[in-house]
């Protein structure tokens, strides 16, 4: 419905079906059990700013967009702190830093001539927070976490490249036909990697020859 609005200049339509559709990916989230874990509390918080950053995203002034380029920058730091919490193992870890970096060098080199002076250093930012909460997803599969934590990345990295094509340059269609569905294909995939996770995060774990529930 987002996609079908937004193609027919719909925008009242489009907003309803843009928060409505993100509303979504934070309330799958806490029927994952997300307030169970620290793993979940972060992974939710993270969908939280998403959250607030696609309501921000809705206007279409630069305002807007830096608060919601802000919103997405916090949410993308609450992702590595879970990802932390679920463990990081060095050797993958540095086997993604190395093609993601050039990944983002790519990227700022593409974007660098459309960018106006005022954001050249907020998406720069942006963009190596980003990069870097793709690496630490590398790191967590690693360390044997879901695969649904780099799909959810790499995805999300995607979507965010179709939002920098149609803010900043001319592409020859409107980039959301593919950036929206990979955005919450992205975020339900964070979600849904909540119960396979959470049972790697420390905080749910009780001491040995301890009953559950017990003090």
Not at 122 to 129: D, I, K, M, N
Not at 150 to 178: H, I, K, Q
């Amino acid at each position: 419905m987002l996609v079908a609005a937004l193609l027919l200049e719909q925008p009242q339509i489009a907003a309803g079906a843009k928060l409505v559709a993100s509303s979504m990916f934070v309330s799958l989230a806490v029927r994952a059990g997300a307030l169970a874990s620290r793993y979940g509390v972060l992974i939710l918080a993270g969908l939280v700013l998403s959250w607030f950053g696609d309501a921000f995203l809705i206007g279409t002034s630069q305002h807007w967009f830096l608060l919601g380029l802000a919103s997405f920058l916090l949410a993308h730091v609450a992702y590595v702190a879970a990802f932390i919490t679920a463990g990081i193992e060095r050797r993958w870890t540095l086997g993604a830093a190395l093609p993601v970096a050039v990944i983002a060098a790519g990227v700022l080199s593409w974007l660098q001539p459309h960018l106006p002076p005022a954001l050249v250093w907020p998406v720069r930012l942006y963009t190596a927070v980003i990069s870097v909460m793709v690496v630490a997803a590398f790191g967590t599969r690693g360390a044997g976490a879901t695969p649904l934590v780099v799909v959810g990345a790499c995805l999300f990295y995607l979507s965010d490249l179709s939002v920098a094509a149609l803010r900043f340059t001319e592409p020859p269609f409107p980039t959301y036909v593919l950036g929206l569905p990979l955005y919450y294909a992205a975020q339900v995939c964070l979600a849904l990697s909540i119960p396979a996770s959470s049972s790697r995060d420390p905080s749910t774990a009780h001491p040995r020859n301890t009953p559950p529930g017990s003090r």
